[in-house]
């Protein structure tokens, strides 16, 4: 049973700490995303990738976080430096690139991070 | 940015009890897909509807499209605890992209 995983599923950090959350795809899907789910903002999609270029990263602070791809299986998201604000969900989810409207987004467990 | 507004933010029934979900939007989409999260997982795949109008039906669940692809509709009929979780509808915006709503979170009482 593919699916995607997280690590560390929970973060406990200080502020101005640096923070790297890893994903790993399901294999064989050239689509991943990263989102930010809080309670205030709901599901926010941050970036993602197709084939491991970045396409759109335009819902990042582009100050503080970073996302890249160093091969097809990982994806990694860093805040540097972390501040209270950024304490949330963060998901990745994969997905083959969607020829179809049915095709769809498998979503990882998430990693809960508390920036105090 | 096109917005996905739900209603209602929280609903908390009993079961045996039917309900309906909204998802309204002033913008178009492409596709309109439907999740559920429970706590501490990741939102799962519901269903999927692309054409206006369109009708899908997953056991106790009925989804519905609206004609101008604005807006969406999840009704679910005798209403179970294992139905308990956070509903989030999705609008496609081209091939990879979607925009999720405000979600609505459902609390099934046995």
């Known amino acids: 049973d593919a699916r995607v995983t997280q690590t560390p599923r929970h973060k406990v950090t200080e502020m101005g700490q640096e923070v790297t959350m890893r994903c790993q795809p399901i294999l064989g899907h050239n689509t991943v995303f990263w989102y930010r789910q809080t309670m205030m903002q709901g599901l926010e999609l941050l970036a993602y990738f197709r084939n491991r270029a970045p396409l759109d990263d335009s819902g990042m602070p582009k100050d503080r976080f970073s996302a890249e791809m160093p091969d097809a299986t990982l994806a990694t998201l860093k805040i540097q430096p972390s501040e209270p604000r950024d304490s949330a969900v963060y998901f990745c989810?994969?997905?083959?690139?969607?020829?179809?409207?049915?095709?769809?987004?498998?979503f990882g467990p998430g990693t809960r991070l508390t920036v105090l | 940015t096109q917005l996905l507004e739900q209603s209602p933010q929280f609903l908390s029934i009993q079961e045996g009890e039917n309900l309906t979900v909204y998802c309204n939007s002033s913008?178009?989409?492409?596709?309109l897909q439907w999740y559920r999260q429970e706590p501490g997982e990741g939102p799962v795949l519901l269903v999927t509807v692309v054409t206006g109008g369109e009708v899908k039906k997953l056991k106790r669940l009925t989804f519905q499209f609206g004609d101008a692809r604005k807006d969406s509709s999840l009704h679910i009929t005798a209403a179970q605890p294992g139905d308990t979780g956070l509903y989030l509808c999705?609008?496609?915006?081209?091939?990879?992209?979607?925009?999720f709503g405000t979600g609505t979170r459902l609390q099934v009482f046995p």
């Open positions: 999705a609008g496609g915006e081209g091939t990879d992209k979607l925009i």
């Open positions: 913008s178009v989409f492409s596709s």
């Open positions: 989810a994969s997905g083959p690139t969607r020829i179809s409207f049915a095709d769809t987004q498998y």
